[in-house]
């Protein structure tokens, strides 16, 4: 299995603009729409299901006031088997849809994410991480006879086992980490506030709508701009106002007409970010190849020049096929540091500088100069 370590790369006639064919919900049964998707055609799929949360009557609080809780006819099921046999049909109409380098992203409670990472790894695909991820404000346990459900988990899934290219951008989300990994553990608060769509009498209007904030980091994780991203189980368009700002296109299915209403909307108000904002993070693995010979050829470095380290106290001969002198040993700039310090291994660009009437340059950033003329 590979991952492509990089930065961020007919639908319903109520979308009337060329920009909103690219942002579709559908109005229907996801199993019974993503049919009529083409096979691998999909890069990234978000799936939001019903948890199944077995409630049984009324949840109050110890003042015995009334607990909005999920009592929706859509989270009821008549068992665990009616539930399982839900899960592994859409999770192969997921499948079907996803290209061989896509992953999904399925998130649950632990009401029912064990059964569907069972569900997962016997429809074949392949699990990358689960993600915790921690509310910051969670709902309390009111009974006071169980710990306080402050979390829900995220697995991360390739197509199957042997997939080649999924997306992962780790570079980039280390670089927005302090230069820290991503870690599997994330905060985010509960959808609150001005964020969180509202009917006309102040009430939720989805009970389990989720943070974009959370949607945004799963997004900007495992695509890249332009991407298709499919959330089978759209609700209020939470993914696809989140794909919809960070570039990427959107299909959404979602059954109750009054949420895929409310999601369309809330997508068509999006503005996208400026593409200068959402350009590939373009890695040192990604970059294109230049030989430090290629600078001695464009005549950045020249025949006879001296390398040397930061502090000026070793100094190479720059010879004219590419090679360095240092004293009686020739070889790269990688081989030639190495020795210069006595280890086994040296990164040549950023050891060795050159003087330039700017001052001392490394020879990292005049190979920076020649990747800027080739991109």
Excluded at 277 to 302: H, I, K, N, W, Y
Aim: charged share 25%; proline share 5%.
């Amino acid at each position: 299995m590979g991952a492509t370590r990089r930065g961020a790369s007919s639908g319903t006639p109520r979308l009337t603009s060329s920009q909103a064919s690219c942002f579709r919900v559908v109005i229907g049964d996801c199993i019974a729409e993503l049919a009529k998707l083409p096979a691998s055609s999909v890069d990234l799929v978000f799936a939001d299901p019903p948890y199944n949360l077995q409630l049984r009557g009324d949840l109050k609080r110890p003042d015995d006031s009334h607990v909005d809780a999920v009592d929706d006819a859509w989270d009821k099921f008549e068992s665990f088997a009616a539930y399982d046999d839900f899960t592994r049909a859409w999770l192969m109409a997921c499948r079907r849809v996803m290209k061989p380098s896509a992953t999904l992203w399925v998130i649950g409670s632990y009401h029912n994410i064990f059964r569907v990472g069972t569900a997962l790894q016997d429809a074949g695909f392949w699990i990358l991480n689960d993600v915790v991820w921690r509310k910051s404000n969670p709902m309390p346990n009111f009974r006071g006879r169980r710990f306080t459900n402050a979390h829900e988990t995220l697995i991360w899934a390739a197509r199957e086992a042997n997939a080649k290219g999924y997306t992962f951008n780790y570079e980039a989300l280390k670089a927005g980490n302090e230069d820290v990994q991503m870690r599997s553990d994330w905060t985010f608060a509960l959808c609150t506030g001005e964020e969180r769509l509202k009917t006309a009498a102040g009430k939720k209007l989805h009970p389990t709508q989720k943070p974009e904030a959370l949607l945004s980091r799963i997004i900007l994780a495992s695509s890249r701009p332009d991407d298709l991203v499919l959330d089978p189980f759209c609700g209020t368009g939470t993914t696809g106002a989140a794909a919809k700002r960070l570039g990427r296109r959107f299909i959404g299915v979602e059954r109750a007409s009054d949420y895929a209403r409310a999601a369309e909307a809330r997508i068509a108000a999006i503005e996208p970010l400026p593409p200068a904002t959402l350009a590939s993070f373009q890695t040192a693995r990604d970059a294109p190849r230049v030989p430090f010979a290629t600078l001695v050829e464009r005549g950045l470095v020249a025949p006879g020049a001296k390398l040397v380290d930061a502090k000026r106290k070793v100094k190479a001969l720059v010879r004219p096929d590419g090679a360095i002198a240092l004293g009686e040993n020739v070889g790269s700039i990688h081989r030639i540091g190495a020795l210069a310090q006595g280890l086994d291994a040296c990164n040549g660009w950023t050891f060795w500088h050159v003087e330039t009437p700017g001052g001392l340059t490394s020879i990292d950033a005049l190979r920076a100069e020649v990747r800027a003329e080739m991109g």
